[in-house]
């Protein structure tokens, strides 16, 4: 559901419940990047927090409780009917595992993962960070599919089958005006996805995509630009078909402006 900042919280509220979503739900920017200001909320209080903060319109969902996050980048030209699968990439979320003698922070500055996203994890977290966990408890620290936000990324796309394609089409090909970019899932399990079964997309991206198969730490900075060029070449021959269908080119103006907000709001959004 999408509203606007001034929404008073008792329309907010009233909306959300008509529509089926009951805390804890997650709350976004309703425009976002990289998993910033991203947030899972419990009561009316953090809801109305959350609204206090945000610098803009923003949006709630259902909390989607699969235990599996992925992402995978489609791409289809606007005259075929079914499109390809260009990337597939498993996302483990950051969290760190007890040993019974150290507290959450001490485990988190054990990893340069976690020890990175510190700064973040002590305003939400405070004094919940100086709780020592037994050994072998989990502890889930950031429960969100994000590179900026700790989770380390897998390419997977080696998984690829005709049967994940297939899934991936009936869901994409339903999507009006979507040829480029990724969707990101949560999932029981890889079988069950490509089955079509005991999954829910929270998430998709467009033309401003990235190929996030690329952030595997496996892969060299080579591989990446590879992918980057491959991906902007079949942006640009989607643009070109579309743009012979009348749809006009963005304007340099308009472009240049958009990069200006990018780059405002990325900043604000790192705030909260």
């Not at 996805?193 to 033309?207: R, V």
């Not at 989607?238 to 990325?266: Q, T, V």
Request: net charge positive; proline share 4%; glycine share 8%.
């Amino acid at each position: 559901l999408q509203f606007k900042k001034k929404t008073a919280l008792k329309k907010v509220l009233h909306e959300a419940s008509d529509a089926g979503i009951s805390f804890p739900l997650i709350a976004k920017p309703d425009i976002g990047m990289k998993a910033y200001a991203v947030e899972k909320i419990g009561n009316e209080a953090q809801l109305l927090s959350y609204i206090h903060k945000i610098p803009g319109d923003y949006l709630l969902q259902e909390l989607i409780d699969f235990p599996n996050e992925i992402g995978i980048f489609y791409v289809r030209f606007p005259d075929d009917v079914s499109g390809e699968i260009t990337g597939i990439v498993s996302k483990e979320f950051l969290s760190v595992t007890g040993n019974g003698r150290d507290t959450i922070i001490q485990l988190i500055k054990q990893n340069s993962r976690s020890y990175f996203q510190l700064p973040a994890l002590k305003r939400q977290y405070g004094d919940l960070l100086n709780r020592i966990l037994h050994d072998n408890d989990k502890f889930l620290l950031v429960p969100y599919g994000s590179h900026t936000r700790g989770s380390k990324f897998t390419d997977i796309s080696h998984l690829l089958n005709e049967k994940l394609l297939n899934t991936i089409n009936s869901v994409c090909t339903k999507i009006r005006g979507f040829y480029f970019g990724r969707i990101d899932i949560r999932y029981s399990t890889f079988e069950e996805l490509c089955d079509g079964k005991n999954f829910s997309i929270i998430e998709i991206n467009g033309a401003g995509s990235e190929p996030t198969h690329i952030y595997d730490p496996g892969h060299s900075v080579f591989f990446a630009w590879k992918e980057i060029v491959r991906h902007w070449k079949l942006l640009y021959q989607i643009s070109k078909i579309n743009f012979e269908k009348g749809n006009p080119y963005l304007s340099f103006k308009d472009g240049r402006n958009m990069l200006k907000a990018n780059k405002k709001l990325e900043a604000q959004l790192k705030m909260i």
